[in-house]
């Protein structure tokens, strides 16, 4: 019985020790290990990131050694978190949740939808290399949803914002939709964040059941281009 009690208390003891190690990680700047990231929970993962836009928007942003990252993460990476985004140049995830080098999977498409291939990328970041959330990141102001709203033919483009228009099926809004009509455009870009992180779960087993086992939350939120301001949804 002693015997059992002191080696759950040294378990105990080392999870502790590495759960402090993966927030002491976040503020020295150090990259994150198996051993670091696999400490952290998905609601952890989630502040560090809700910290990282504070910090963003504050202007209090950590001042990294980032070519002591480059050299650390040469042979390794175990990022904590995931980013669904968008190619628009003023949402860079790294710099608006204030993380560096190692810290997150980015992976960025006009409009920040999902497909096959995407969901597929993240199974990758999830299952086997370790993170611990997905956040759909939309933001304000977005050309791919105006362009969804506005139904615009462009080459290839076409085919790109047809998988944002379900979405605009699914508001309560009369009339013909316009990009002109800003209220419609958030209302859009809020319903395509909210349905891109319901389709991950409703097309992948794998990210589902990491998610019925409390290993990974799944989570949408906007982003605001004119404060940087990050807000989230339920």
């Not at 992180?197 to 949408?220: F, H, Q, R, W, Y």
Request: with cysteine; hydrophobic share 40%.
């Amino acid at each position: 019985m002693i015997s059992r009690r002191k080696a759950m208390m040294s378990v105990g003891a080392l999870t502790g020790a590495a759960i402090a190690s993966s927030a002491s990680a976040q503020q020295s700047c150090e990259v994150f290990t198996s051993t670091t990231q696999s400490a952290v929970t998905p609601d952890a993962a989630l502040k560090m990131l809700q910290d990282g836009n504070d910090r963003f928007v504050a202007g209090r942003t950590r001042n990294c050694d980032l070519m002591k990252q480059v050299r650390e993460t040469s042979t390794q990476q175990s990022p904590f978190a995931t980013i669904v985004g968008c190619v628009d140049s003023r949402v860079p995830p790294e710099m608006v949740f204030d993380q560096r080098l190692g810290d997150i999977f980015a992976s960025r498409v006009a409009g920040n939808y999902v497909t096959t291939d995407i969901i597929g990328g993240l199974e990758f970041t999830t299952k086997l290399a370790g993170s611990k959330l997905i956040v759909v990141l939309g933001h304000s102001e977005c050309g791919a949803v105006k362009g969804a709203a506005d139904d615009a033919k462009l080459g290839n483009l076409t085919a790109t914002l047809a998988n944002i228009r379900p979405s605009l099926a699914k508001l309560n809004y009369s009339g013909v939709p316009s990009s002109k009509d800003k209220k419609l455009v958030q209302m859009l870009a809020d319903q395509n964040a909210k349905d891109a992180a319901k389709m991950i779960m409703d097309k992948s087993e794998v990210i589902a059941t990491l998610v019925k086992e409390g290993k990974l939350k799944i989570v949408s939120a906007m982003h605001d281009i004119s404060t940087g301001k990050i807000s989230w949804f339920a």
